[in-house]
């Protein structure tokens, strides 16, 4: 079956770095995404890989391994506003998106 | 960049009436749309899959005489919650997917209300 897996909750400090890791077993891989969710809204897109390597976007940077089946968003100079949840989703061989469960990120002062 | 609309953003209805509820693309055509229902602290839950002018391609579980939907054009997908109940209730979100485009983009959800 497919199946992905990241951490259902991480607690953090403002100004802070954080890794949030997602490993995945998927049929195919075409992708992997990183979208951020705040409560009662839908996602939005954080980044996308399909190659190895890190993808840098401002204070956010997405890794990934095809190899290992892993990847993760790395969060920079974390902000009060970034509390949020987390969804890792990977595009499978019929380009559908598997989802994450989530991982519900929350800053402290 | 791409903007999909959903319309309405909150609807209440009484348990046993349908609800329609729109996706539209605003700046570029969609020829596939997906439709995800998201109940609290819990993750997306894909329903379905629409290719314009074809029928929908729903998920296990899902009932597709329940959930209508409707992809006449490239701009404009429809979910109809028929015979509603409050099991119901729950925060559906459209998503498009536009020719070589990897990228999805999604819709601000409609948080559907069955009293």
């Known amino acids: 079956g497919q199946n992905i897996d990241q951490p259902t909750e991480m607690t953090a400090t403002e100004g802070a770095i954080v890794q949030i890791n997602c490993t995945y077993q998927?049929?195919?891989?075409?992708?992997l995404f990183w979208y951020q969710q705040h409560a009662g809204e839908a996602p939005t897109f954080l980044s996308y890989?399909?190659l190895d390597g890190l993808e840098e976007k401002g204070r956010f940077s997405s890794f990934l391994s095809r190899s290992k089946g892993y990847s993760y968003l790395l969060l920079k100079e974390l902000q009060m506003k970034d509390s949020a949840s987390y969804l890792c989703?990977?595009?499978?061989?019929?380009?559908?998106?598997?989802w994450g469960a989530g991982t519900k990120l929350i800053i402290k002062p | 960049g791409a903007v999909v609309s959903q319309h309405p953003s909150r609807v209440i209805c009484k348990s046993g009436t349908s609800v329609k509820i729109e996706c539209r693309s605003l700046?570029?055509?969609?020829?596939?749309m997906f439709w995800y229902r998201q109940f609290p602290k819990q993750s997306l839950m894909l329903m379905a899959t629409?290719?314009?002018?074809?029928?929908?391609?729903?998920e296990q579980g899902v009932e597709k005489d329940k959930f209508l939907i409707n992809h006449a054009s490239l701009t404009l997908s429809t979910l109809t919650v028929t015979s509603a109940h409050p099991e119901d209730s729950s925060f559906y979100i459209c998503?498009?997917?536009?020719?070589?485009?990897?990228?999805?983009?999604f819709g601000p959800g409609t948080r559907l209300t069955v009293t």
């Open positions: 998503s498009a997917r536009g020719g070589a485009d990897y990228e999805q983009y």
């Open positions: 700046d570029f055509q969609a020829t596939t």
């Open positions: 629409s290719n314009e002018g074809s029928k929908a391609t729903y």
């Open positions: 998927t049929s195919g891989f075409n992708g």
């Open positions: 890989n399909v």
């Open positions: 989703a990977v595009r499978d061989s019929n380009y559908q998106l598997i």
